[in-house]
């Protein structure tokens, strides 16, 4: 079975700053997806990122960019100049290939603070 | 509509009562998921549906829980002889076509169940 784990319970980062979340997971499969969400007080959860474990590459998408050491098992997510805004829960997620999108398998969440 | 809309917001059950949780999806969108939110956790997955059709409940935790999707639009999540262990928010997601690596979900937020 996979699993997922975040093992930063809660961050903080002043604003404009950069501030790395981590995230390890555990897998016998070789292909998978990589996910982070982002869920503010309203609880809705927001795709921020995502990563195809068969690509080299490190997805970016503006400030924000992984770091995905596929040997390591490892998927973290740095936030760039950093702002407000940004404060909220992160989960890390895991989709194994040919899995029912959706059926994702999710971390605890890192609760990030950005401090102005 | 706009966003996935979900009702009610929060939801207050007695033990051993039983409750129902609606999911109404963006206009058009065929897969429809469920997930479970434990305080402090990860979503967890449910159930997922295909139109009318569900075709993954692996993760309903019990015999207590049904969701139904009868016209391929708003879906339903009973929970019968709530527990107090079924204290959680349930988020539901939807996403335009039939799942598949890339297709992006869109998720509501959340019906807060507690159990008292």
């Known amino acids: 079975a996979q699993t997922v784990t975040q093992s930063q319970p809660e961050m903080s980062v002043q604003e404009a700053e950069t501030v790395t979340l981590s995230c390890t997971y555990d897998?016998?499969?070789?292909?998978?997806?990589l996910f982070w969400y982002k869920q503010p007080p309203s609880r809705q959860m927001i795709l921020v990122i995502r990563?195809?474990?068969?690509?080299?590459q490190n997805a970016t998408e503006n400030r924000f960019s992984v770091n995905f050491q596929k040997a390591a098992k490892s998927f973290s997510l740095k936030i760039s100049d950093s702002q407000l805004g940004d404060t909220a829960m992160y989960f890390c997620?895991?989709?194994?290939?040919?899995?029912?999108?959706?059926?994702?398998?999710f971390g605890k969440g890192t609760k990030l603070s950005v401090k102005p | 509509g706009a966003g996935v809309s979900q009702s009610p917001r929060y939801k207050v059950a007695k033990r051993g009562q039983d409750v129902a949780l609606r999911c109404d999806p963006i206009?058009?969108?065929?897969?429809l998921f469920w997930y479970q939110q434990a305080l402090g956790q990860g979503p967890e997955f449910l159930t997922y549906?295909?139109?009318?059709?569900?075709?993954?409940k692996s993760g309903l935790p019990s015999d207590r829980f049904f969701a139904e999707r009868p016209e391929g639009s708003v879906s339903t999540l009973k929970i019968q002889r709530t527990q107090q262990e079924d204290s959680a928010v349930y988020l539901c997601?939807?996403?335009?076509?039939?799942?598949?690596?890339?297709?992006?979900?869109?998720f509501g937020s959340g019906t807060q169940l507690s159990v008292l």
């Open positions: 997601a939807s996403s335009f076509q039939a799942p598949r690596i890339g297709e992006k979900l869109f």
């Open positions: 897998t016998s499969e070789n292909n998978y997806y």
């Open positions: 990563q195809e474990a068969y690509k080299q």
């Open positions: 997620a895991f989709m194994k290939h040919g899995g029912s999108q959706g059926n994702l398998i």
């Open positions: 206009s058009g969108h065929v897969s």
């Open positions: 549906f295909q139109n009318e059709a569900q075709l993954d």
